[in-house]
């Protein structure tokens, strides 16, 4: 059984320039989670989706978009690319109760130049 | 509003000691859950224990445990007989439970562990 799986894994854009990001949540998961991670800090949440809408928001701007898929799949779709947005996405994938686990994907390291 | 601290922001200790990760959290939920998360230098968040705030019992998994303590709002991590394996970063987090919550993280702390 594969676990949460993120593709690419490492992507370099210029600034300006829109980039989507990818996440096939491990099997059985309904729920999936995008985080961000810049170098030496800990992850900040992006967003969550959940039967293909966005359930859950954190503190990031529009430039910042996703979709779900009928699949459980997700992207996350990043517009006008900044140097700052630099860092290590993460995707997580969660199931319902009883079980209520989230495991996290390997992650993709985009850079902006 | 929710929040973890993780003061230490890097320790080193030699191979065979034991250390003490330190995780403070603030809350209003009366239930919620807590982490730990180990992040190798390969990048991958590694899953080591989810702990419900109605459970205050200590967890001891070999040369892991975890002390949480609701009064102090605390649930640190201890491993002992650290091994070179075991340098990574160890991030605290913290989500309410039930239903599909984000999961807020500390900032991290670095442990390497010399040989």
């Known amino acids: 059984d594969a676990g949460v799986t993120q593709s690419p894994t490492h992507l370099i854009k210029t600034r300006g320039q829109q980039v989507t990001l990818r996440c096939s949540p491990k099997?059985?998961?309904?729920?999936v989670s995008w985080y961000q991670q810049a170098l030496g800090q800990g992850p900040q949440f992006i967003f969550q989706?959940?039967?293909?809408?966005?359930?859950q928001r954190g503190n990031f701007p529009d430039r910042f978009s996703g979709h779900q898929f009928p699949n459980y799949s997700s992207e996350l779709n990043v517009n006008a690319l900044l140097l700052g947005d630099s860092a290590l996405y993460l995707c997580?994938?969660?199931?319902?109760?009883?079980?209520?686990?989230?495991?996290f994907g390997p992650g993709t390291r985009l850079t902006v130049l | 509003a929710q929040k973890v601290t993780q003061a230490q922001t890097e320790i080193s200790v030699v191979e065979k000691e034991d250390v003490t990760l330190d995780c403070v959290y603030e809350?209003?939920?009366?239930?919620?859950?807590l982490f730990w998360y180990k992040q190798p230098p390969s990048g991958e968040l590694v899953f080591l224990i989810r702990?419900?705030?109605?459970?205050?019992q200590n967890e001891i998994s070999g040369r892991y445990s975890w002390n949480f303590q609701k009064s102090t709002s605390s649930f640190n991590f201890t491993i002992t007989a650290s091994q070179v394996v075991d340098s990574a970063v160890y991030f605290c987090?913290?989500?309410?439970?039930?239903?599909?919550?984000?999961?807020?993280f500390g900032t991290g702390t670095k442990l390497q562990v010399i040989p």
């Open positions: 099997s059985g998961h309904d729920t």
């Open positions: 809350t209003r939920d009366t239930t919620y859950y």
């Open positions: 997580a994938s969660r199931s319902g109760p009883p079980l209520d686990e989230q495991f």
């Open positions: 989706y959940y039967e293909e809408e966005e359930r």
């Open positions: 987090a913290l989500s309410r439970s039930g239903g599909y919550q984000k999961v807020t």
């Open positions: 702990r419900n705030s109605f459970d205050e």
